[in-house]
Every structure is written in C-alpha cells, then in structure tokens.
C-alpha cells in the first residue's frame, strides 16, 4: 500500500526582530524577545502557509497581512469571491480563489498553491487570533498598536462569524 503524504496544512506567523534575527510565533511571548518586541513600532515578519511540502510566505508588516488575510479575506473566500490583498510595504499583490473545495493562492513572490478549503479557512482564523492573544499582551503599553488591536478584534469577530457557516458545509 502506497502512504500518501497527509501533511497538515500550517499557517503560522514570525517576527523579525532584527537585521538577522527571525522569532517564530512559539517563541514570540520568551521574556527576552517580547521586551525587545514591545519597544518595535513596526511589527514586520512573515506570514507562512504550509501544505503538503508547498509553502507561501508573504514578508511584509504583519498587522494588515493579519487583518486582510487571515480575517476579512475569510467571509469572501467562504462566498467564493475572488480576493485581492496587497502588500503593504512593498509592490504587489496576492490573488485568492476558491472554488469551495480548494483555494488557489498566487503572487509574483511566490509559486502558486492549492490548499483545502476548510482547513485554510480555520488555519488563517487560528493564526490571526494567535496573533492577537500574544502582541495584544506583548505591547499592551503602547496605545497606538492597541488601537491596531480593537481593528484586528473587530474583523475577528466578523470573521468569525462567517466561518461559523463551515459547519454547514
């Protein structure tokens, strides 16, 4: 019998704190990264999609990839609507389309790939409520990204909803 490779699909998120120096959202939260991450205006880094040994990685500032992928991208995947999100610091754009099996991901950064529908959806949600239970507590001194974080909680909630559907599907 040949094994098929079953490989979860894994959307995870890091931070680079430095020129050099990348932390993976397991990380993120170790006292030594989150105090020098509390004082980072910016949150730039990476957000990874995994699936069956093919990977998209977008690099860029993490908050709006949050917002725009992993949140309010959601409601329009599940209605099988063409999504468009553009990078926010850099020329580009990345397409999204679902045919309500699977979701093809595309961008000139990247090859394009076919991940399964359900699982995309719960794993973009899963990762942008990771992000904001962590950077809600890292930088919860600094008024300005908490302001980014009531935005974030407030496409949560929507987005949240919307996958609710998923059980009827």
Known sequence: MIEINKAPL?????????NNEIVNEENISNKEYADRLASIESIYGFITLEYQGKK??????LVPWIQNLCLKALSDILSGKKVIVYYFSREGEMTIESD???????????????????SLIQELYACGERFIRQLSLIKREDAAFMNDIKSLNFHKRLAGASIDTLQYM
């Not at 894994?10 to 430095?18: A, C, E, F, Q, R």
């Not at 595309?106 to 529908?117: E, G, I, M, R, T």
Request: net charge negative; charged share 20%.
């Open 10 to 18: 894994v959307v995870t998120y890091s931070v680079i704190i430095s």
């Open 56 to 61: 998209i990685q977008i690099e860029d500032e």
């Open 100 to 118: 309500g099996t699977s979701v093809l991901i595309q961008d000139k950064f990247n090859s394009a790939v076919l991940f399964p529908f359900k």
